[in-house]
């Protein structure tokens, strides 16, 4: 891991901070301009939030597009205009038609557990109007806040797993809350599929809660928490290179090329990837294919390559006629020349 080329950081996100705000105090942590996120979570959403910084952001693209895997507590009984905590009420559903939840009646369990799996597959969503997505290029929470009308984008999603987890109570508010883990494709909101599932139980619904459980290869136990970051800051006089330091050695910072484990990729010795780090085409029967034992987490988009050198990510590139052409790099030159090795 080189200082220059940066990383992946893989932030357990607190209640009520919005992305962009974890991207700032970033920035300050690592010393950095070049930091962003892999993927917005909503401000009362928790987990998992991927950062990258220095050349690593120029991997942000393709990491977007990563399968996310969410657990959701679903408050049966209330709807409201956000489709989360955090909104105004708009409908509740009569006492005596949620009451049944909360019953011992183990047939309630197998009902959950029937419409649970009833999730799973691809579906048509539309996209929520409290939401970041432009439409006219405007974010579509202004029209909400505004009110103003305006058509809502729909979009393909694919729910690949729906698990039930569990039934409890809501103690201030007395509602039935399902517990319910979802792994989903990129771009599903959570808030729709629970207001979904309380319409398939005859309730109205929202999303109590929302962890983000993982981000394509990126587990919550892999994650480490802003208050963490800033006590280890701190404690090295706030220095941000000592902390990224520290942040290398012991594995907080991860490396592209364990992002990208499950691409097809291309091994290079050290002139061939200089060479490649330039910019430069090297020909193809140069570098030596890398057998993969799995597949990544995300789509590999077709036809690209992942060009390694030493185990580092030098660049995304492809195979154009008798020559390997570098689309993206993520090394500069100088971090290659300083590789022990003559060879990868």
Not at 196 to 219: D, I, K, W
Request: charge should be neutral; aromatic fraction near 10%.
């Amino acid at each position: 891991m080189t200082f220059t080329s940066g990383g992946v950081l893989v932030i357990d996100k607190e209640e009520g901070m919005t992305s962009a705000a974890v991207v700032s105090r970033a920035r300050v942590l690592l010393g950095e301009k070049r930091v962003g996120h892999t993927g917005t979570l909503d401000p009362f959403a928790t987990g998992v939030l991927p950062i990258c910084f220095g050349r690593a952001t120029a991997a942000a693209h393709y990491m977007l597009h990563w399968n996310k895997r969410y657990l959701c507590d679903i408050s049966l009984g209330m709807s409201t205009d956000t489709m989360d905590c955090t909104g105004e009420t708009i409908e509740r559903t009569p006492e005596m038609a949620w009451r049944r939840f909360i019953s011992d009646n183990g047939g309630i369990q197998r009902d959950l557990e029937v419409v649970t799996r009833s999730f799973v597959g691809e579906r048509i969503q539309q996209v929520p109007i409290f939401s970041a997505v432009k439409v006219d290029g405007e974010r579509l929470y202004r029209y909400a806040r505004e009110g103003r009308d305006v058509n809502l984008p729909e979009r393909e999603i694919t729910v690949y797993e729906a698990i039930y987890r569990g039934l409890s109570i809501d103690e201030e508010m007395g509602f039935p809350v399902v517990s319910v883990e979802f792994l989903v494709s990129s771009g599903t909101y959570i808030r729709v599929l629970a207001e979904e599932f309380g319409r398939a139980l005859g309730c109205f619904a929202h999303a109590r809660s929302l962890r983000r459980l993982a981000a394509g290869p990126l587990v919550i136990e892999q994650s480490v928490a802003l208050d963490d970051l800033f006590d280890a800051f701190n404690a090295l006089d706030r220095d941000p290179i000592r902390l990224r330091r520290r942040l290398a050695e012991d594995g907080t910072v991860r490396s592209l090329a364990s992002m990208f484990a499950g691409w097809r990729s291309i091994v290079f010795d050290r002139e061939d990837a200089l060479d490649l780090a330039y910019g430069r085409k090297v020909p193809v029967d140069r570098g030596r294919l890398l057998s993969s034992p799995r597949k990544c987490a995300s789509n590999e988009e077709d036809g690209l390559l992942t060009f390694l050198c030493e185990d580092r990510l030098v660049a995304f590139g492809f195979v154009e006629g008798r020559y390997y052409r570098v689309k993206r790099v993520f090394l500069e030159p100088a971090d290659l020349k300083t590789f022990k090795g003559s060879s990868c």
